[in-house]
């Protein structure tokens, strides 16, 4: 330390001589006084710029070394030694006999120690810093590291947080299905755990049925419900089967078996399972396309469609049979799946195939009669035969021969329209036998016909005839022979076959009774019905028997060498071919009346929906049904993975369950779109209808082909259909009809369940109804009632009563307001509906003591209507949330969780549904996204999670009993849900959180409500952290789950505020560090310079460091959670494209300044103990804000602080030493310009000149106080100044209001004080000892500085004056160029007065360079700038409080008698004055806030005047928004323009 005491720069030696330097040193102090003083005055020889650098230069020649210097001498100085002074060149070097004319400026010298120990040190410092400076310059540099500590305790929270949310996540299978694909592939399996776990039935017990070369192992290994099987096509093994249900559903006689037949039907069809998902999977699509989130060819595409009737019983032994969506079987005829050859690895490709075998039969048989009805089981053991043989060769096939398969394909699909077509060509009456024909036959009757039909032959004894016959290898099993050989071992299993035979022979022959009976009273065929219909369905029916021919040709030419097995196989192929042509009668496909028939079956509903089913299936224009919409994608495929999650449980039975009320408090907001909120055009004769029809183009499309209306215009669709066009862009925005129409879902997901699990049609609807309500605690419905006649209020109101009528579940209820309270009292009222008239009325009134809304709005709406609530528990839900038909199934599995011990509240996830409306409502959705993602692991094992508004459910009873749902003290409980989960948690409730649920949830998509929410949130926690309930909860807790709260909870809004202080004081320090001249110290070592940084100052790699820590916390700490949760949910391209593009998008810049607004408001939260509720607009953002919305927004809070930081990095840049600075700084400049910049970078066409200029013009009207909008900002800037500093400066104590001052003047008084110590670049001044430079250094600054306030107030009342004041010039616009110019003149000269009277008052004597007194100059600036800065701040916070009371102890006291006059005469004088001039000084600053506000606006506007020059207009519309909204604000500016062209 001692080496940074000298402080000299001066010349020390000469060069061109080469003599030894030995002259005698002065011995005394007064001789080294003396002689400085002469070397001072003593002319010397300033060296050129371009003289030869010192370190080159010939110093090496002079002998200075220690044997040439007096033995014994020893310096001493005070003020200053010779060396440490300068060398002078003077009468030492006339001594030495050196030139003294030729002399060189060396830098300063500094040596270690205070004096020279007789010679001349090897190594000498320049490290001129004054001891004062370096501890100052210490403490600074330390803080940064300090805050950086905490930050990266967040930092590492957040990487194990997130690490560990996701292990979570992994076991216990909480994922996502990552794409359409992945959802086909395992969409076999979801309907088993649908009924496994969505259901609480007893099912029936599987039957196994052996086919005839089924093994005993095989038969053995068989298992309830399995859908692994070997399908008929591919192979037989074991089949289970269900037996079926009797009328009620609640038979199980192993005699009612069915449907397990060896001719090959699809298993699946006919099974209970799938058909009660297909249930609930074809209302899941409904709901859909009742959205138009479908369109109707992919809602037919997703949908299951079930085949009813006699026919259906007849051919499949079942009274239903389930046709799979085509998504399912479309991919394995798509053009791709054929040609790669992978169809067969599909996991529905053998039940696609079955199932198109099954349909084609039903075709064959009931619609074309092709086919004989009894010969349709042939037909199907044919076909599948023929399958597994092509099966069996299709591994033998080259990747391109597919030529057979296509040509099937398209033969089938010719068949099924060539019938749709004659279906619709024809118009048919059926005209059934009003007996119909006796069913009930005798036995005699069925021997009688089972001896008259032809025997079926055993397929294993004609097995072993074509053995004999042709001498192939046998293609049975030992075992099997046996087996046929010895029928009498299998006597009982015979008879079984034999009986289930005459039962299917009795049936076939009803059918072809009733067949034979059916007459159609009117047949009106196509005239061309020969020509054109029948020829079309003869030719398709040859192609498609061609096609088979092909395919077994292939079969039959595999193997040209001759041997048994070839033969077999050749024989066999021959043979089923031959068969399929003997079973297939085309032929009568001629006869004209048989055309008649087959166009009346035709357009049977049968028919029409097999036709319908095949052309889906086979002819799909999008194979695998994948919807256009990404909302319908991500409805079906979390639901379908959400039956996997470990978590998910069989729910309790219907009966059993617990009711439930949904909570939704209401107070004005949009309960749907009036007509001419819809249809009044903007500025561009755009409509708001005409922007969600362009934000939802394909929603919009599905919705005009569900009313018919597909080439109509937007007017024509809201005159004409009025109705629907309101209610599909109310389910485009966050309105009430929204909430309603998406909550009531559970009620119809109940009535659903019910009925699968077999309750009666007259029992579901009580039951239901004493299970689930819907509660709408709308405050001012009673106000909006009684609101004028065509007021949006009444209309409102009105909206609300069509909710009521028309969902049955709806309860609504509101306070009323008496018009008189004398007369009649408050009350709560509950709506009903009258039967009879239909129309609503009050059901339930409830008097109360007064108005209850006394507290926070939202919290008092709850706390009133909570009363009419009848469910065991209440969930929570907002008005702006939505709910969909695959989540509502799965409500009651929640409501299980509560029979664990001492759960009170159950949460569960939202999706954002507003992530689409441009890149700010994306990024505030990624924020709850992240936040739901860490509420697993605050579950658990943290145990830290509480409430948080919606969607959770509470336990009644508990919170009824316990304090509530929440609190409702106005300016305290701003978040009152949580304060309602501390609250539970703190009486011993449990609070868990599950995931195999979600509902909706809308965000803000402005910028500024964005921020406005954020502001709410971080005011809010600020007094959660000082609230007796937290202080009260963590005294019940272990030091780690309190650690678990900090970081949860306080700690991250404490971080977001640290995390901006380090950005700060890192800039600072380094900032600091550059002005003071102390990044590097210059070592001269044997006349050799070296430079080398200080250990302030940071190296490269700390530099490096310090940056990329900052970068993560500010912008890019979310992007891990982000990532990881995306790659486990979407995989890993597409995690990693998505994180890429919210990157690109801007979403660093958008965290980094609601990083700002969260610590801010946090911290004024904590000063001032209270929080705010900012209503938030939730609605479309049609305008782009203007510059005075958005500086009032964030001026105080976000614009300050930025414009101060891009002052620091100015000062570094400007003042540093360090190689490539840039990279000691590019985060703080990131963090600098998103503050300043990112309210108009997320602002439409900010940078267009257009809109600068009128954003200009209304921002000096702002200024100037005759703005004509007194709604924004507060309409004036003195209004909207004395506004934001009313809590500053009234609320606040003068100790509150000094550390306030303290804390952010922070980087002013750092500044001032190096600026101090390093005022003379740290020489000394003559005549003043070095332990008194600071001091008198501290004296000139001040001087200065009063100098400087000194020329402000002149500035002040020059400009207050009548000359220049802008009042008086306002009454004439068109002079107001001249009252410019003239404040421009006074600025200017009161500029240069200022600046010249600093350029006289820095010169020193001592200094004799340019560079010293420049240096000076520039530092005595820099110290009065934040001086008269720091004290402006301090008079701005005055107060009227402070102005009217301050020295009330001096003011006549009136109670008191006799008192001396001496208050009155003296005191009150001097204390009114004091007052007076607290209110001048007051006014002066805030004068001087005005000025630097304006400078500010000047700042950003000559900001965005540049980034008007550069293409970024177009850029920031593709990035920020989307296309639509982008063209939307550009034609608008355009249009303004052109206007204003026209009226200028």
């Known amino acids: ?177 990552q794409n359409w694909a992945v959802l086909l592939r395992t969409f076999g399996s979801v309907p088993a755990l649908f009924c496994g776990k969505l259901l609480n039935r007893a099912w029936p017990k599987p039957k196994i049925i052996r086919t005839e070369d089924a093994s005993e192992e095989d038969t053995s290994s068989a298992a309830h419900g399995s859908v692994g099987i070997m399908e008929p096509l591919i192979g037989r093994r074991d089949v289970v089967l269900e037996l079926p249900r009797d009328a009620t559903g609640e038979s199980e006689d192993p005699s009612d078996a069915t ?45 299951f469609v079930f085949l009813r009737g006699e026919d259906v019983e ?104 060539a019938i749709q077509s004659l279906a619709a060509a024809t118009d048919a009456t059926s005209a059934e036998n009003a007996g119909g024909g006796d069913d009930d036959m005798d036995d005699d009757m069925d021997d009688e016909d089972a001896s008259s039909a032809p025997a079926r032959t055993d397929p294993r004894r004609a097995a072993m005839e074509l053995e004999v016959k042709y001498g192939c290898t046998p293609f049975l099993s030992k075992s099997s022979k046996s087996k046929a050989r010895e029928p009498e071992a299998r006597g009982e299993d015979d008879e079984e076959r034999r009986r289930r035979r005459r039962e299917r022979r009795r049936r076939r022959r009803q059918r072809d009774q009733r067949e034979a009976e059916r007459r159609w009273s009117r047949i009106e065929t196509p005239v061309d019905l020969m020509e054109t219909h029948g020829a079309r369905i003869s030719s398709a029916l040859r192609d498609a028997l061609l096609a088979v021919r092909e395919l077994c040709s292939f079969a039959l030419e595999q193997d040209a060498r001759f041997s048994s097995t070839a033969n077999q196989r050749k024989y066999k192929v021959s043979q089923l071919y031959s068969n399929l042509l003997d079973a297939i009668r085309a032929d009568v496909l001629r006869d004209p009346e048989h055309m008649r028939l087959v166009a009346a079956a035709a357009t049977t509903p049968l028919a029409r929906s097999v036709c319908a089913c095949l052309l889906r299936s086979v002819n799909s224009g999008n194979p695998g049904g994948q919807p256009r919409s990404e909302e319908a994608q991500r409805q079906l495929m979390f639901f379908c993975n959400s039956l996997r999650f470990t978590s998910l ?24 779109y009036s007509f001419n909120q819809l249809t009044t055009p903007l500025e561009d004769e755009k409509t708001l209808f005409s922007l969600i029809v362009a934000t939802f183009p394909s929603d919009y499309e599905n919705l005009k082909e569900r009313l018919g209306v597909l080439g109509a215009d937007d007017d024509t ?85 069509e909710l009521i009528a028309s969902n049955r579940d709806l309860r609504v209820c509101f306070v009323h307001v008496p018009e008189d309270p004398s007369v009649e009292d408050y009350a709560s009222c509950l709506i009903g509906v009258d039967e009879s008239t239909g129309k609503c009325k009050i059901d339930y009134r409830v008097k109360l003591p007064g108005n209850p809304v006394i507290g926070e709005g939202k919290p008092e709406n709850q706390n009133h209507a909570v009363i009419f609530a009848r469910g065991a528990h209440l969930q929570t839900l907002d008005m702006n949330q939505d709910n969909y038909m695959g989540e509502a199934y799965k409500m009651r599995n929640l409501l299980d969780s509560f029979k664990s011990d001492g759960v009170v509240l159950v949460g569960f996830p939202e999706t954002i549904f507003s992530e689409t409306h441009g890149a700010v409502a994306q990024f505030a959705a990624i924020a709850e996204f992240i936040f739901q993602t860490f509420q697993r692991l605050m579950t658990w094992p943290l145990m830290v999670r509480f409430h948080y508004g919606h969607p959770d459910v509470w336990d009644k009873a508990f919170t009824m009993t316990n304090g509530g749902v929440s609190k409702a003290s106005r300016a305290l409980h701003v978040a009152e849900d949580l304060f309602g989960g501390v609250n539970a948690v703190a009486r011993g409730g449990k609070v868990i959180f599950e995931e195999f649920i979600e509902c909706g949830k809308g965000r803000d998509m402005g910028f500024t409500s964005v921020n406005g929410f954020e502001q709410k949130i971080s005011g809010s926690s600020g007094t959660i952290s000082m609230s007796r309930d937290l202080y009260r909860l963590h005294k019940g807790m272990d030091a780690l789950r309190v650690f678990s709260l900090y970081f949860s909870g306080p700690g991250f809004f404490i971080s977001m505020m640290q995390t ?237 209001k000094a550390l306030t001052i303290c804390t952010s003047g922070c980087g002013r008084i750092i500044l001032t004080l190096v600026c101090v110590a390093s005022l003379n670049n740290g020489a000394q001044t003559r005549g003043v000892e070095q332990r008194h430079q600071f001091g008198h250094n501290a004296g000139r ?21 009548e000359t220049l004041a802008r009042g008086r010039w306002l009454a004439f616009p068109e002079q107001l160029w001249k009252l410019s110019v003239y404040r421009g003149l006074a600025r200017v000269a009161t500029a240069l007065v200022w600046v010249g009277c600093y350029a006289v008052f820095s010169y020193d004597e001592s200094f004799h360079s340019k560079q010293d ?96 020059l550069l293409p970024v207009a177009s850029l920031q519309s593709a990035l920020v928004w989307n296309e639509t909204f982008g063209e939307l604000v550009r034609k608008r500016v355009e249009v303004e323009r052109t206007v204003n062209d026209v009226i200028g």
């Open 717 to 801: 669709v809201l005159r004409n259909h009025w109705t629907e066009a309101q209610a599909w862009a109310s389910d485009r925005s966050q309105s009430l009809a929204r909430c309603v129409r998406g909550v009531t879902l559970y009620g119809s997901a109940l009535r659903l369940l019910a009925r699968l699990e077999g309750h009666a049609e007259d029992e579901v609807e009580a039951l239901v109804r004493s299970k689930y309500e819907f509660l709408v605690s709308a405050q001012i419905f009673g106000t909006q009632r009684s609101a004028r006649p065509g007021t949006l209020e009444r209309f409102k109101a009105q909206a609300i009563e």
């Open 649 to 672: 449980r069989t729910p309790t039975p219907m009966a059993q369950v617990q009711s439930w009320t949904t909570f939704t408090p209401y107070y004005a907001e949009d309960v749907k």
């Open 1 to 177: 330390m001692n080496a940074l005491r000298f402080t000299p720069r001066q010349s020390y030696f000469v060069s061109g001589h080469e003599h030894s330097f030995s002259v005698k040193m002065p011995e005394t102090l007064a001789d080294i006084e003396t002689q400085a003083d002469a070397d001072y005055e003593a002319p010397a020889v300033e060296q050129q710029a371009n003289e030869l650098d010192p370190i080159e230069s010939r110093i090496h020649d002079l002998d200075l070394s220690s044997s040439h210097l007096e033995s014994g001498v020893r310096l001493k100085s005070r003020r200053r030694s010779l060396l440490s002074n300068g060398f002078l060149v003077t009468d030492y070097q006339a001594k030495a006999g050196l030139d003294v004319r030729n002399t060189l400026d060396l830098p300063q010298l500094g040596m270690i120690g205070r004096e020279v120990e007789g010679e001349l040190p090897e190594a000498y410092y320049d490290v001129h810093a004054s001891v004062e400076l370096m501890w100052i310059m210490t403490a600074v540099r330390a803080l940064p590291a300090v805050t950086t500590y905490f930050c990266d305790t967040f930092l590492w929270y957040t990487f194990f947080a997130t690490v560990f949310t996701v292990f979570l996540q992994w076991r216990g299978k909480i994922t996502h299905a």
């Open 1060 to 1296: 901006a202080w380090c950005v700060y004081l890192y800039i600072l320090a380094h900032a600091a560090l550059a002005v003071a001249d102390l990044e590097i110290y210059r070592v001269y070592r044997y006349f050799k310079m070296t430079e080398t940084q200080t250990s302030l100052s940071l190296s490269r790699e700390e530099g490096g460091y310090y940056n990329s820590i900052y970068a993560i916390q500010l912008g890019f700490l979310s992007v891990l959670p982000l990532f990881l949760k995306m790659c486990v949910d979407r995989g890993v391209r597409d995690g990693f494209n998505y994180v890429v593009s919210t990157l690109v998008q801007g979403s660093w810049a958008f965290n980094i300044f609601t990083m700002t607004t969260k610590g801010y408001n946090y911290m004024r939260a904590l000063l001032f103990g209270q929080a705010q509720y900012i209503a938030t607009e939730r609605g479309y953002v049609l305008m782009n804000a203007s510059m005075v919305v958005l500086y009032g927004l964030y001026a105080k809070s976000h614009l300050y602080q930025g414009m101060e930081l891009l002052v620091y990095l100015v000062l570094f840049h400007l003042n540093t030493q360090l190689p490539v600075s840039f990279l000691y700084s590019w985060s703080v400049w990131m963090f600098a310009l998103c503050v300043v910049i990112a309210p108009w970078w997320f602002s439409p066409q900010a940078t267009n000149l257009f809109w600068m200029r009128h954003s200009w013009l209304d921002w000096r009207r702002w200024i100037d106080g005759n703005f004509n909008q007194p709604r924004v900002s507060h309409g004036s800037w003195a209004s909207w100044h004395a506004h934001m500093m009313a809590n500053w400066r009234e609320m606040l104590s003068p100790w509150y």
């Open 1413 to 1508: 007194a420049s240096r000076t100059f520039v530092m005595t600036i820099l110290g009065c700038v934040a001086i008269a800065s720091l004290l402006i701040e301090s008079w701005v916070m005055i107060g009227n409080r402070d102005v009217e009371h301050i020295f009330d102890w001096l003011m006549p006291r009136p109670s008191v008698h006799g008192e001396s006059h001496w208050r009155s005469v003296f005191a009150k004088p001097l204390v009114m004055l004091l007052r007076h001039a607290l209110l001048r000084l007051r006014n002066f600053a805030d004068f001087w806030y005005c000025e630097m506000d304006k400078a500010c606006g000047a700042v950003i506007f000559a900001l965005l005047f540049a980034l008007s």
């Open 1341 to 1361: 600054m001040a001087v200065a500085a009063s100098f400087t306030m000194a020329v402000a107030a002149i500035y002040y009342l020059a400009m207050r004056s």
């Open 314 to 417: 007849d051919i499949f032994e079942s009274p239903e049979y389930v046709v799979m969506p085509a998504m399912m079987t479309s991919p394995v005829f798509s053009t791709s799946s054929l040609e790669t050859g992978g169809g067969s690895e599909y996991a529905s490709f053998a039940r696609t195939l079955t199932q198109a075998k099954d349909l084609l039969c039903v075709l064959l048989t009931e619609v074309m009669g092709v086919v004989r009805p009894r010969e349709i089981h042939a037909l199907m053991r044919t076909i599948a035969a023929l399958a597994n043989i092509e099966g069996e060769q299709m591994a033998q096939r080259r990747m391109d021969d597919v030529e057979g398969y296509v040509r099937l394909r398209d033969a089938v699909a010719a068949l099924a329209a």
């Open 259 to 303: 449907g397990a037949d060896p001719d090959g039907f699809l298993t699946e069809a006919t099974d209970i399972r799938w058909q009660h998902f297909a249930r609930a999977w074809n209302a899941i699509v409904k709901d859909l396309r009742a959205r138009d989130h479908l369109s109707d060819s992919e809602r037919d595409d997703l949908s």
